[in-house]
């Protein structure tokens, strides 16, 4: 059992950053109950399909998870809703502000049902300011935060966005943090609450932590394009015969390594590379002397050569190369499930290694509403109310 068995979540979030909240409370041992409307949540149909016509994006969130569908518009859904609220730990939503007052999946109306509740909110931009109820997505927020302005080439000039959707994960993480937050809040006070968490927030907050809006607004720096280079250091992509190689020539200790291995270290004199930020700052002309060094080599004697002298580097992996990694498998970060009608589908293992309270990812995939007739027995309703929620499509 993992240390959140015990934790009742009923997760009413479609998409990616509150699905993975969830997920790592369930990967954690929390029940967790997926609700989504009769007929299924337009996020199982994202990305690659499986036999079922559900998407392996979808199946990597859904894990360790009850599925349960509702009509949360009908005052049956609401009432089902309610009951459910009663015996539950934590409410996770994604619906905006003003989707969430319509359907009822306020924390004042929560409060009333069960006063420990905790109401976890996860949006585009929060639940107040002038752009709340504003729609977002991942690639929404990293355009609003300022981070596709400074990323791709100078060369280039176009702003970029970064392929994996890493605004919705790290609010995913905020969201989680915040809830087992609650949880002790609440372990102390008895009283629940609600926890405000947004793609806008956690991008600005993650970007202002890199130091670049403190460094506009005290030096009026727009922080511009450098590729893979780093801001603060020397570290860049290089070409070998057979791929690619990414160094990190932070601090000068290894520096000094690094042209020693290369038969360089007269570098070392050299004023203008005396420093992490010199060295950035000239980073052409380092890129002129790597480069050359790294084209007559394959990938793996570059990565042989510099761990040896404890070097940072990696070889730029492909998908394939990720899953063929031994370290990969050593963590088992990759592990098969049982999906009814797949059979054995690869998802993402769990991260957060406990040494006495594990996570597991256990049991199958559940299928849309597997689970409606065991929730709505525990919540007081019959087989003959069931089913009549089902003629009506409640559930």
């Known amino acids: 059992m993992g240390p959140l068995a015990g934790i009742r979540v009923i997760d009413l979030s479609r998409h990616l950053a509150g699905p993975y909240t969830s997920t790592l409370l369930g990967d954690m041992g929390a029940e967790v109950i997926r609700v989504e409307r009769p007929g299924g949540d337009d996020d199982r149909r994202i990305g690659f399909k499986l036999i079922n016509g559900d998407s392996g994006l979808f199946i990597s969130r859904v894990r360790n998870k009850k599925s349960m569908?509702?009509?949360?518009?009908?005052?049956?859904?609401?009432?089902?809703?309610?009951?459910?609220?009663?015996?539950?730990d934590v409410v996770l939503e994604n619906y905006g502000p003003a989707i969430r007052k319509r359907l009822s999946v306020t924390y004042d109306r929560l409060e009333q049902i069960n006063p420990k509740i905790i109401l976890a909110s996860v949006s585009g931009y929060g639940s107040w300011g002038p752009s709340s109820e504003k729609l977002s997505f991942d690639p929404i927020a990293q355009a609003a935060c300022g981070s596709m302005s400074f990323s791709g080439f100078p060369e280039d000039g176009r702003p970029a966005r970064a392929a994996a959707a890493w605004?919705?994960?790290?609010?995913?993480?905020?969201?989680?943090?915040?809830?087992?937050?609650?949880?002790?809040?609440?372990?102390?006070?008895?009283?629940?609450?609600?926890?405000?968490?947004?793609?806008?927030d956690t991008a600005v907050s993650l970007v202002g932590m890199q130091?670049?809006?403190?460094?506009?607004?005290?030096?009026?720096?727009?922080?511009?394009?450098?590729?893979?280079?780093?801001?603060?250091?020397?570290?860049?992509?290089?070409?070998?015969?057979?791929?690619?190689?990414?160094?990190?020539?932070?601090?000068?200790?290894?520096?000094?390594?690094?042209?020693?291995?290369?038969?360089?270290?007269?570098?070392?004199?050299?004023?203008?590379?005396?420093?992490?930020?010199?060295?950035?700052?000239?980073?052409?002309?380092?890129?002129?002397?790597?480069?050359?060094?790294?084209?007559?080599?394959?990938?793996?004697?570059?990565?042989?050569?510099?761990?040896?002298?404890?070097?940072?580097?990696?070889?730029?992996?492909?998908?394939?190369?990720?899953?063929?990694?031994?370290?990969?498998?050593?963590?088992?970060?990759?592990?098969?499930?049982?999906?009814?009608?797949?059979?054995?589908?690869?998802?993402?293992?769990?991260?957060?290694?406990?040494?006495?309270?594990?996570?597991?990812?256990?049991?199958?995939?559940?299928?849309?509403g597997e689970h409606n007739d065991e929730i709505l027995n525990q919540i007081g309703y019959s087989e003959e109310d069931i089913a009549s929620l089902r003629e009506q499509e409640v559930i």
């Open 211 to 368: 130091g670049f809006l403190t460094e506009y607004m005290v030096f009026g720096h727009e922080r511009p394009k450098t590729g893979n280079a780093s801001p603060y250091a020397y570290a860049d992509t290089f070409q070998a015969k057979d791929g690619w190689v990414f160094v990190h020539l932070g601090r000068s200790s290894i520096w000094q390594r690094f042209i020693k291995l290369i038969g360089r270290e007269e570098l070392g004199d050299d004023p203008r590379f005396d420093s992490d930020a010199k060295r950035a700052e000239n980073r052409h002309l380092i890129n002129e002397i790597v480069q050359p060094w790294a084209a007559g080599k394959t990938v793996d004697e570059i990565s042989r050569l510099l761990e040896a002298q404890r070097v940072p580097c990696q070889k730029v992996n492909t998908l394939a190369d990720v899953t063929a990694d031994p370290q990969l498998k050593a963590r088992e970060m990759m592990v098969d499930v049982d999906y009814p009608g797949e059979g054995k589908i690869p998802v993402p293992g769990i991260v957060i290694k406990l040494s006495e309270s594990p996570g597991e990812i256990t049991g199958h995939i559940a299928t849309l």
């Open 167 to 200: 605004v919705d994960y790290a609010t995913a993480l905020h969201a989680a943090v915040g809830i087992l937050m609650a949880l002790w809040h609440r372990e102390k006070s008895g009283k629940g609450q609600h926890i405000d968490v947004s793609l806008y």
């Open 69 to 88: 569908t509702l009509n949360l518009s009908s005052p049956e859904g609401q009432e089902v809703f309610s009951r459910l609220a009663a015996i539950s």
